[in-house]
C-alpha cells in the first residue's frame, strides 16, 4: 500500500530535502510538484512542503515532514540518520529547527531585497545578512572542530541545513562568506557531494563575488520651469499644494501628445487575450493593429543577465519592471520571457510602443536603464520571427546563435 502523497516546489530545499529522504530510501511516496484539490482542501496556508498519508493522515512543517518520513525507512537500512542515540536525535532537531527558523527567512529576504524580487531597504538587508552570520557563528563553532553537525556521520542535519546554505552562498555569500566561514565552506562541500542529494551539486560552485544591490539608475527629474522661477520663501506652500491632488494638474504622459492612433491598443490587447496566439492574434496584429507610421517595435534586453540566478527570480524581476511601467500601459504592449535554466538564465522580449522612440514609454520605470532597446524592423523576416515567437512564446528563443528554452514570461498589457 502506498505509503502517502509528498507536496513539494521543487526548487526549495525545505521541499527537495524531503523528497530526496523519498528517493534516497527508495520509500513507496508519490511526489507531486503540482498543488492539487486534496493539497488545497487539506492545507489552508498553502506552503509546500506537505504530506498526505494513509486513513487522512495529513502534515505540513517539512521539520515534521521529514522526521516522519524517516520514521518510514526499516530500522536496519536508516543507518544514524536520526543520530544514534536521543541525544544525538535532540542535537539533529536542535540544527533543523535553528537553521529554519533563524536562518532560512534572514538569508531569503536578504537575498530577495538585494536581487530585485522584493523593494530594497539597506538596514533591513543589513540586519537579515547579521542575523544569517550570527547563525553561521554557531556553525562554523561546531564544524571547525567536527566533521558533521551531529555525531561522526552525515545525518539529516547536515543535508537540510547545507540545501539551506546553498542559495545563499551562491549568491548573496560567495566568496567571502566561504573565508569568514572556513569551516562552514569545507564542510557543504563534502556533505553537498553525498550520495543523498543524488549529484545536485555536482557542479556547484561559490562565486568570488557576492551578488550585491543594483540600484536603478535614476534619471534627474528636470524641474519644473514655473517652479524654479518661485521665490524661494514661497516654496513650502508650494509644495503643499503641489501635494494636494485635487489642486495639481496631472502632468500629462508626453506620449499623450501623438494624439489618438488609427488602431487603439486596446483592441489588440482584447484580440491577444482572447483568441489563439498563433493562428488568429498574431495576423491580426500584423493586419489591424501595426502601422510603422504610429508605431515601432523594439527587442528589450536585461543587461545583467550573468547575475540572474532562479529562473522563478528573474521573471519576478520582469514582473516588478511591469509594475513600475505602469503608467505607459496606453502606449505599449509587449512580452519579456526567461530562457534558460536556473543558474544560466536571461531575459529578452519584444514591446509594440506608441510612436518612434522607446525612452518616453520606458522610461516611467526607474530601472529602464537596466534594459537594452534595439529597434526592429518588421519588414526582416528573422525580426518579424523574433516578435511573433515572443507574443507567442511556444519555441525557443535563439541566443547568440543558441536554441534557448523559454522557461517562463509576462505579457505587458
Ligand atoms: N513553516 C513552513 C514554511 C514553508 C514555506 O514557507 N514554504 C514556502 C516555500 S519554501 C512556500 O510554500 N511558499 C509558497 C507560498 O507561501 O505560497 C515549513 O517550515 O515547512
Given at each position: 500500500m502506498s505509503q502517502g502523497t509528498l507536496y513539494v516546489m521543487e526548487m526549495s530545499p525545505r521541499s527537495y530535502v524531503n523528497a530526496n529522504i523519498v528517493k534516497h530510501f527508495g520509500l513507496d511516496v508519490a511526489i507531486k510538484t503540482e498543488k492539487d484539490e486534496a493539497f488545497n482542501r487539506a492545507f489552508p496556508l498553502g506552503k509546500l512542503p506537505a504530506f498526505i498519508g494513509p486513513k487522512g493522515y495529513k502534515l505540513h512543517e517539512c521539520l515534521a515532514i521529514s522526521n516522519y518520513l524517516v520514521s518510514l525507512v526499516p530500522k536496519d537500512e536508516v543507518k544514524g540518520f536520526l543520530g544514534k542515540n536521543n541525544q544525538e536525535f535532540a542535537s539533529i532537531i536542535k540544527y533543523l529547527s535553528l537553521v529554519n527558523q533563524e536562518f532560512v527567512p534572514a538569508q531569503y529576504q536578504a537575498l530577495f531585497m538585494i536581487n530585485g524580487r522584493f523593494p530594497y531597504n539597506k538596514k533591513q538587508v543589513d540586519e537579515h545578512l547579521a542575523n544569517a552570520e550570527k547563525v553561521a557563528a554557531i556553525l562554523e563553532a561546531r564544524l571547525s572542530e567536527f566533521t558533521y553537525l551531529v555525531g561522526e556521520r552525515a545525518t539529516l542535519a547536515d543535508f537540510f541545513v547545507a540545501a539551506s546554505i546553498s542559495d545563499g552562498l551562491k549568491t548573496i555569500f560567495a566568496k567571502p562568506f566561504a573565508k569568514k566561514f572556513p569551516s562552514i565552506a569545507r564542510w557543504f562541500q563534502t556533505v553537498s557531494k553525498h550520495a543523498f542529494f543524488e549529484?545536485?551539486?555536482?557542479?556547484?560552485?561559490?562565486?568570488?563575488?557576492?551578488?550585491?544591490?543594483?540600484?536603478?539608475?535614476?534619471?534627474?527629474?528636470?524641474?519644473?520651469?514655473?517652479?524654479?522661477?518661485?521665490?524661494?520663501?514661497?516654496?513650502?506652500?508650494?509644495?503643499?499644494?503641489?501635494?494636494?491632488?485635487?489642486?495639481?494638474?496631472?502632468?500629462?504622459?508626453?506620449?499623450?501628445?501623438?494624439?489618438?492612433?488609427?488602431?487603439?491598443?486596446?483592441?489588440?490587447?482584447?484580440?491577444?487575450?482572447?483568441?489563439?496566439?498563433?493562428?488568429?492574434?498574431?495576423?491580426?496584429?500584423?493586419?489591424?493593429?501595426?502601422?510603422?507610421?504610429?508605431?515601432?517595435?523594439?527587442?528589450?534586453?536585461?543587461?545583467?543577465?550573468?547575475?540572474?540566478?532562479?529562473?522563478?527570480?528573474?521573471?519576478?524581476?520582469?514582473?516588478?519592471?511591469?509594475?513600475?511601467?505602469?503608467?505607459?500601459?496606453?502606449?505599449?504592449?509587449?512580452?519579456?520571457?526567461v530562457y534558460g535554466e536556473n543558474n544560466n538564465n536571461g531575459i529578452t522580449g519584444a514591446f509594440l510602443v506608441r510612436g518612434q522612440d522607446y525612452k518616453p514609454a520606458f522610461d516611467v520605470a526607474p530601472d529602464w536603464e537596466s534594459y537594452e532597446f534595439t529597434k526592429l524592423d518588421a519588414s526582416n523576416e528573422e525580426s518579424k520571427n523574433f516578435i511573433n515567437n515572443m507574443f507567442a512564446w511556444d519555441e525557443p528563443v535563439i541566443v547568440n546563435g543558441e536554441k534557448r528554452e523559454i522557461a517562463d514570461g509576462k505579457v505587458f498589457k
Open positions: 549529484g545536485k551539486f555536482a557542479d556547484f560552485v561559490i562565486p568570488e563575488q557576492a551578488l550585491v544591490y543594483t540600484p536603478p539608475k535614476k534619471e534627474k527629474k528636470e524641474k519644473k520651469p514655473e517652479a524654479a522661477a518661485a521665490p524661494k520663501k514661497e516654496a513650502k506652500k508650494e509644495v503643499a499644494e503641489e501635494a494636494a491632488p485635487a489642486e495639481a494638474p496631472k502632468p500629462k504622459h508626453p506620449l499623450e501628445l501623438l494624439g489618438k492612433p488609427k488602431a487603439v491598443l486596446d483592441e489588440w490587447k482584447r484580440v491577444y487575450s482572447n483568441e489563439e496566439t498563433r493562428e488568429t492574434a498574431i495576423p491580426w496584429f500584423w493586419k489591424n493593429q501595426y502601422d510603422p507610421e504610429e508605431w515601432s517595435l523594439w527587442k528589450v534586453d536585461y543587461r545583467y543577465n550573468d547575475e540572474l540566478t532562479l529562473t522563478f527570480m528573474s521573471n519576478n524581476l520582469v514582473g516588478g519592471f511591469f509594475n513600475r511601467l505602469s503608467a505607459s500601459t496606453k502606449y505599449m504592449f509587449g512580452c519579456m520571457v
